[in-house]
């Protein structure tokens, strides 16, 4: 038996109405918050929270010697349409060059790293 369910997953950043907005371009849903902490509701019911965190450092990818902390797979039916549209809204390429891959890696606009991934 379970002990708890999963209620949202926070990311950390800069500026959490921002991220949110970027987030809610890629996945849809609805954006509600203020300054300190914005909720992103998905279809499907499931939260993702984006919280102010003053001297924020994004993570590097990859680096052996620094964690990633964590990252989102996305899952899309077409690679190519979903990676322009990302990089449009702002996402940075960080591993994409190995098209034969089901997965290609970027980051968002505060630096944490996600996967689009035709899995």
């Known amino acids: ?9 926070v990311l950390d950043c800069p500026d959490p109405r921002a991220l949110a907005d970027f ?3 890629v996945l849809g849903g609805s954006v509600e918050g203020d300054e300190e902490w914005v909720d992103l509701k998905v279809p499907g019911g499931r939260t993702l929270a984006f919280q102010a ?3 924020f450092v994004p993570p590097q990818w990859p680096a052996p010697d620094h964690s990633q ?14 990676e322009e549209k990302v990089v449009a809204l ?11 891959r089901t997965f290609r890696v970027y980051a968002d606009p505060a630096g944490h790293p996600f996967c689009l991934c035709a899995c």
């Not at 038996?1 to 997953?9: H, N, P």
């Not at 902390?69 to 979903?82: E, G, K, S, Y």
């Open 90 to 100: 702002g996402a940075k390429p960080l591993d994409t060059e190995d098209r034969s």
């Open 69 to 82: 902390q964590f990252h989102l797979d996305l899952t899309v039916r077409d690679l190519d349409a979903a």
């Open 53 to 55: 965190a003053p001297g």
């Open 1 to 9: 038996m379970a002990i708890a369910e999963l209620g949202a997953v």
């Open 23 to 25: 987030y809610a371009s």
